[in-house]
Each structure stands twice: as C-alpha cells, then as structure tokens.
C-alpha cells in the first residue's frame, strides 16, 4: 500500500512540475499573424529540418517598436525538453527581428514585421516539437507559436475511413494508419514510439499518444474503433476582401468610414441541413489584393461583420472560428445577438485576403462544441496529417522521424 501512495506522489509531483505548454495570443495591437514553412496560405507549420520557416505580422502602430524572437525545444507533450540550447539550435536565438517595414497607401497605419529560420544567425539542429516566443523590448512575451520539424526515417500510409461505431457512422471520420520501419530500426516501439493526428492542422483538436496494436513484421499498424476517430464537421464558409471598394466573394455590400467595413451575407444554423460540397482550404486564410505588388504592406485593413442566424441562447456563446487567429476563442471573435435582428453579429478587423471561417459553440462547461452550429457529415472534406514521435531508451528528447497525410475525399468504408 505504502508503495502505491509513493508512486502516486511521484506522478502528482511530476503533473505540478511539467506542464504543457500553451500558445500566448496577441494584444489587438497584433494582427495577421502568417506562420508557414512550404504553402502560401498560412497554417501550423510542419516542415523538414531542412526546410524554410517564415513568420510574418502587422503590429497597427507606427511607432516601429522592437521585438525580438526566442526559440525553445518541447517533448512530445509539450513538456520542456531536457536540451539545452546549443543542443537544438546552431547560433543564437532572443535576436531583434530586423526586416520590417511601414504600411503603403493604407487607410489603417501599420508595420509588418518578417522573420525566416533558418537566417544568418540562427539555424534548427534536430527534430522535434517547437515553440516560438516574440518578445518586446521589455522582454514581456507578445505571442507564441507552435511548430515542429520532422526527420524522414519511417514512412506512414494514412487511410480515412467513416466510423466503425454505428452511432456515428454518418458523422465520425476514423483515421488508420501504418508506420512502416524497414528504413530504420526501431527498439521497443510501443514504448519508445508515440504519435499526433491533426485534423485541418489545428493543434486544440488533435490526437495524440496511440500506440501500435499490432506489430506485423516491419509494420506498425494502427487500426482503432474510436480512439483514432474525428467528427467530420462541415465545410468551412469563406469570403474574399482583396478589392474593398467593391463586393467580392462572400460580400454583400462595402462602406468607408475611418476604415472600409465589409459586411458578409448573414448565414443560417447548418446543423439540420443536408450536407453540400463546397470547396474551403480548411480553416486557412492568404492575404491577397487586388492590382498591387507587395500585399504584406500594400493590403489594408476592413472591419469585416459577421452575422448568424441563430436563436438566442442562455448559457453558450458563438465565436468565429478558423486559422485567422490561430483557432483562438476569445472576446474579439465572441457573438453578441441582435434582438432585432434576430442575429448574432460580430465586427472583426482583417487584412484584405481570402478567410475561411466556420460558427462554433462554447457550452456552459467552456467546452468547444463544433458541429452544434456547423454539423457533422462523414463526407466533408478534411485533411489529416499523422506525425510519429521517437525516444530511443536512454535519449532525452524525442525526435519526430515520420510524417504520413490522408484526405477524406478518399474516404471509405
């Protein structure tokens, strides 16, 4: 008995200890943040170690303040690693960022700031679960942002099946997959290896921790009923800003008061609906403009309103939701209902590009509940992606050394 309540002890300790690590969001003042490494739309970047990693963002002042980057090196889990900095990274870090320049021919004043890994001074060493932190000059954290590097040693085969549970069968996508290790050698998988599924490269939904059920030769297989499964959700709405003068995609008319307002179509609750293809980039946004060169200081910002219709409800709120701020739920994206209206309405300032965006509930337990407004359909289309962590026995970090990606538009049965 005593030596249960020590093993008890330990593991509550070590929960107080380490923690995961979250993500810090931005101040208003910060706005468009672009996280990317090999795509033009910006999403959670998971790039080969040898690949570029670009983080671009508008700070809405003209004061041209200093801010400076730091890198750290997470587990698996998000737990701090045990390396130190010269472990995982080549040269320095806690730099000042030095390519940023001022708004052009804007309406909204700001400067965009540019920073690429690896530069002149800084360069990514191993593999691995990554956060970036911009700090100003006070060495106060402005925001933080997730990333992770991969080595290419095990190949993985990702199929996406409907659900194996009948009671979800019209609603659940389940995501097999198989890590096949003839290329490397891998010593007690299922202690050693672990692994993430991301849904649409949103990180607050993923999956992680399931180990191999079968070992079939050179084969780790994963073949789970529930555990592997996501709601489907639905295709994401979108709008299109990149010309404010005039209506694009999604726009039902333009005003110009301090800024260009662009108000969308209202939209309706989708839950009870029939499912209907509409092609999305799932959840991600590009800023793009019309008839310009350089839309990192040439695009403006509009204040975008959104509106729902919705019943009123007592104890749940409704966000918009989506990439554009790092699928944040928060006051700036919170619903306020019209009464009469009958709406739910929301303004939101974004720079001039192409946005997808879907409704989302918060109940009254602060738990996110996606499909309520949206709803589930086993046919939506949605990208996965599976990342295989690896921690030899006696390492201190754990390497990431596979990535395999499945869509849903080859979903069977």
């Not at 002149?120 to 942002?145: A, C, M």
């Not at 409907?162 to 490397?184: G, L």
Request: with cysteine; charged share 20%; proline share 2%.
């Amino acid at each position: 008995m005593l030596k249960h309540f020590y093993f008890l002890f330990i593991f509550l300790l070590s929960t107080l200890c380490f923690s995961q690590v979250e993500e810090v969001e931005p101040s208003d003042l910060i706005k468009t943040i672009t996280f990317k490494s090999n795509t033009n739309q910006s999403e959670l970047p998971i790039l080969n170690l040898n690949e570029r990693l670009t983080l671009e963002f508008d700070v809405l002042s003209p004061d041209e303040d200093d801010f400076y980057y730091v890198i750290e090196h997470y587990n698996f889990d998000w737990t701090k690693s045990k390396l130190i900095k010269s472990e995982y990274l080549k040269g320095l870090d806690n730099l000042r960022i030095v390519n940023y320049e001022n708004s052009f021919n804007t309406y909204q004043i700001y400067s965009n700031y540019r920073l690429q890994i690896p530069n002149t001074q800084t360069r990514l060493k191993v593999s691995g679960n990554y956060l970036i932190k911009i700090l100003n000059e006070y060495d106060e954290i402005v925001f933080s942002r997730k990333f992770m590097v991969y080595e290419n040693l095990a190949s993985v085969g990702v199929q996406i099946k409907r659900s194996r549970d009948v009671a979800h069968v019209n609603t659940k996508q389940s995501v097999d997959f198989v890590i096949n290790t003839t290329n490397y050698r891998f010593n007690n998988p299922k202690q050693t290896i672990n692994t993430v599924i991301l849904q649409n490269n949103n990180l607050k939904t993923s999956i992680a921790g399931l180990k191999p059920q079968y070992i079939l030769g050179n084969e780790l297989i994963y073949r789970y009923t529930t555990e592997s499964s996501f709601w489907g959700g639905n295709e994401y709405l979108y709008f299109e800003t990149k010309d404010v003068r005039g209506t694009n995609l999604g726009v039902q008319f333009t005003d110009l008061n301090t800024l260009y307002h662009s108000y969308l179509y209202t939209d309706v609750n989708r839950y009870n609906r029939e499912y209907t293809y509409n092609p999305d980039i799932n959840g991600n946004f590009q800023v793009t403009i019309l008839d310009r060169e350089n839309p990192s200081i040439e695009a403006d910002y509009t204040v975008v309103h959104f509106s729902l219709k919705n019943p009123e409800l007592t104890n749940e709120s409704i966000h918009v939701y989506g990439s554009y701020n790092n699928y944040a739920l928060n006051d700036s994206n919170k619903m306020i209902f019209n009464p009469k209206r009958g709406v739910y309405e929301v303004a939101i300032k974004l720079k001039q590009g192409f946005y997808n965006y879907k409704y989302v509930l918060v109940n009254a337990q602060n738990e996110l509940e996606e499909g309520v407004i949206s709803g589930d359909f086993y046919e939506t289309e949605n990208n996965y992606k599976v990342l295989v962590y690896y921690r030899d026995l006696g390492a201190r970090y754990d390497r990431i050394v596979g990535l395999g990606e499945g869509n849903s538009t080859q979903i069977s049965n």
